[in-house]
Nanobody
Framework: QVQLVESGGGLVQAGGSLRLSCAASERTFSLYTMGWFRQAPGKEREFVAAVKWSGSNTYYADSVKGRFTISRDNAKNTVYIQMNSLKPEDTAVYYC????????????????????WGQGTQVTVSS
């Protein structure tokens, strides 16, 4: 069973930047679309961004479009999300996840489409 381990979270002031990383334990990482989700206290888990298995397509929630950039390095089995111009409302636990179908080419924004999850990393943005 593949394992995903996130890192890079922390406390940052509004307007600052963070880069999260998510390392996968299996080489099959390159066959799957990968997503980032977040969950704030008292709220449901929400889609943030996804990158197709090939890296050729990326998708973003409207709330982060233009500020966040998702990328992947299949040689390192790692997916990243660069978060710029952070806002207090970006405060949440951030999770990376692996899609449940190999070579999926669609628009994968629902948590139900992902079946492997990391443990999460806290991002706190102070005002």
């Amino acid at each position: 069973q593949v394992q995903l381990v996130e890192s890079g979270g922390g406390l940052v002031q509004a307007g600052g930047s963070l880069r999260l990383s998510c390392a996968a334990s299996e080489r099959t990482f390159s066959l799957y679309t990968m997503g980032w989700f977040r969950q704030a206290p008292g709220k449901e888990r929400e889609f943030v961004a996804a990158v197709k298995w090939s890296g050729s397509n990326t998708y973003y929630a409207d709330s982060v479009k233009g500020r966040f950039t998702i990328s992947r390095d299949n040689a390192k089995n790692t997916v990243y999300i660069q978060m710029n111009s952070l806002k207090p409302e970006d405060t949440a636990v951030y999770y990376c996840a692996q899609h449940n179908r190999r070579f999926y080419g669609g628009y994968a924004t629902s948590p139900e489409e992902y079946d492997v999850w990391g443990q999460g990393t806290q991002v706190t943005v102070s005002s």
